[in-house]
């Protein structure tokens, strides 16, 4: 029996030590940065990104869990963003192994459970699984499930099928490449695919993982709102 490590694995490693470098410099750059002058460079960037963040938190949950949430909703948003765009610099993206995207997704669903019985209570929340009747116990169990599966699926299904795709395309331009240099009798390499993917690239990278992230971390945020009282 052998074990064998999961193409994506390497990817992960890097991104996650990348993204906890940069934070860590992001970090040390703020704390000396003049609170009173206007940021600037990388600092403005930090600074910027976690201030949309939190902003994001206060429009669609509320100010209360705004300081709480925003730094996760920061975390996730430039962890998935990272991830998803990988591809475009040769790395195997993390979020087309499932096991990534399960991960994040249940993080995501604790949190939920926590701010509903934290909101609601455990008595309350215990009794919402045989509401409005008794025999309604198993399909309220599965709409508890739903978000958790809903969330990691969509996420790994877009962003493995746009893998697959380039892939499939790159095959295709190669095979297509070699029979027209062959006909030649020249090296084989493929021209093709350099002049048709980058308009490939651009969608399923660059948009499709630009919106996956926005619909990730929108759906968190919308999860947990829907656990709170209606103020």
């Known amino acids: 029996m052998t074990l064998t490590l999961q193409k ?10 990348i993204l906890c470098i940069l934070c860590v410099i992001v970090g040390n750059q703020i704390k000396k940065s003049n609170p009173l002058e206007k940021p600037k460079g990388i600092v403005f960037l930090g600074v910027s990104f976690v201030s949309k963040m ?8 509320n100010k209360k869990y705004a300081k709480r949430l925003g730094p996760y909703v920061a975390s996730l948003a430039a962890y998935l963003l990272v991830s998803n765009i990988s591809g475009l610099f040769g790395f195997h993206a993390p979020t087309a192994n499932y096991s990534v995207t399960l991960t994040l ?29 008794a025999f309604l116990l198993i399909p309220n ?27 499939l395309v790159y095959s295709f331009t190669s095979y297509i490449s070699s029979l027209l240099l062959g006909v030649f009798h020249l090296e084989m390499f493929n021209f093709i695919g350099p002049l048709i993917t980058p308009v490939l690239h651009g969608y399923f990278d660059l948009f499709s993982g630009f919106i996956q992230t926005i619909i990730f971390i929108t759906l968190t945020m919308v999860f947990i709102s829907n656990e709170l009282p209606n103020e």
């Not at 949190?111 to 934290?118: A, C, F, L, N, P």
């Not at 599965?142 to 599966?149: E, N, V």
Request: proline letters at 3%; charged letters at 10%; a negative charge.
């Open 141 to 167: 169990i599965f709409g508890r499930l739903a978000p958790l599966i809903s969330m990691s699926l969509r996420l790994f299904g877009n962003i493995l099928s746009g893998t697959i795709i380039l892939t």
């Open 8 to 17: 994506e694995v390497v990817s992960i490693v890097l991104i996650t030590g």
């Open 54 to 61: 939190e902003s994001n938190v206060e429009t669609i949950i």
């Open 105 to 133: 997704a249940f993080i995501t669903w604790i949190m939920v459970q926590v701010v509903s019985i934290k909101e609601n209570g455990l008595k309350s929340y215990l009794h919402g699984f045989i509401e409005p009747f």
